[in-house]
């Protein structure tokens, strides 16, 4: 027996600074999303729809990073009208690959970008969410993986704890039959520092992981450093480069790119 439409929970979907890439996956799922539609209500989904039901609302996914003071406001009151928030992809969880700004002067880089720089108001630091309000569980990943949010959206509404992978790209690498790229090509690889979620897809095809789905729950960052650097020959430039890509603001990376560009 269906439930009726009061009867749903409410779902809604927000976007701040990003490229909409993790939206799309939720798109992207066609035939679980009209199943999902089918047991939540999507109240709020401005890429899905203009329709807007008012909240509050059960579950709320936010992408996209801080960039902004207004989106710094919209952000408490996304917070206060949600009873579960949680960010989906780079830029929510590490504010993406816009953070890089925060190594720099932002200031100089619109006065080279913008006839009128003086028109754009923005902050000197792109931020994760979670530097703002209370987040009840990030999904990582440039973008997110669609069954990864499929799994954690049925976890909130049915009051469990996601089952979402916290171990490296390594394990994803071993249970695939990858031969690893390190010890074999001579290839730097963010796969022992960074989280599951990807499949091992740039290994799988004798690539390096670039780290895209940020860093996994316990990594050591220091010492892939070293071993780069003592067994690849790698650069400290090319160090510091590899730790500031999509996910450069989350603290294990930039802590270790700190490390070596001082």
């Known amino acids: 027996m269906k439930t009726t439409d009061k009867q749903k929970p409410k ?5 701040f600074a990003s490229c909409d890439g993790c939206q799309l996956s939720l798109l992207d799922c066609e035939d679980e999303l009209l199943a999902l539609a089918d047991t939540v209500e999507i109240a709020n989904f401005a890429e899905a729809s203009s329709a807007i039901i008012q909240g509050p609302y059960d579950l709320s996914l936010v992408e996209g990073s801080i960039t902004t003071a207004h989106d710094a406001e919209r952000i408490q009151k996304v917070r206060q009208i949600s009873k579960y928030l949680v960010t ?13 700004r925060n190594f720099s002067d932002v200031k100089e ?20 969410i979670a530097d703002h309000v209370a987040v009840d569980f990030e999904l990582r990943g440039c973008p997110i993986n669609k069954y990864q949010l499929l799994e954690v959206i049925s976890a909130f509404l049915h009051q469990r704890k996601p089952n979402v992978p916290t171990e490296s790209v390594c394990m ?3 249970r695939r039959g990858n031969i690893c790229v390190m010890v074999a090509h001579g290839t730097p690889c963010m796969g022992p520092v960074t989280h599951a979620g990807c499949g091992a897809l740039c290994p799988s095809y004798n690539r390096g992981c670039y ?7 316990s990594p050591n960052p220091q010492s892939l450093s070293t071993w780069w650097q ?12 590899s730790y500031r890509t ?3 603001n989350a603290p294990a990376f930039s802590q270790e790119s700190d490390r070596y560009e001082q």
């Open 246 to 248: 999509f996910n450069t």
């Open 11 to 15: 779902l809604a979907v927000w976007k």
């Open 211 to 217: 780290g895209c789905y940020g860093p996994m729950e």
């Open 88 to 100: 989906i992809g780079a830029c929510a969880t590490a504010g993406g690959i816009q953070a890089l």
């Open 172 to 174: 994803e690498c071993k």
């Open 230 to 241: 003592q067994h690849l020959g790698v650069q400290e430039l090319d160090i510091v480069r």
């Open 109 to 128: 880089f619109t006065s080279i970008v913008y006839a009128h720089p003086e028109y754009i108001k923005t902050l000197s630091e792109s931020t994760a």
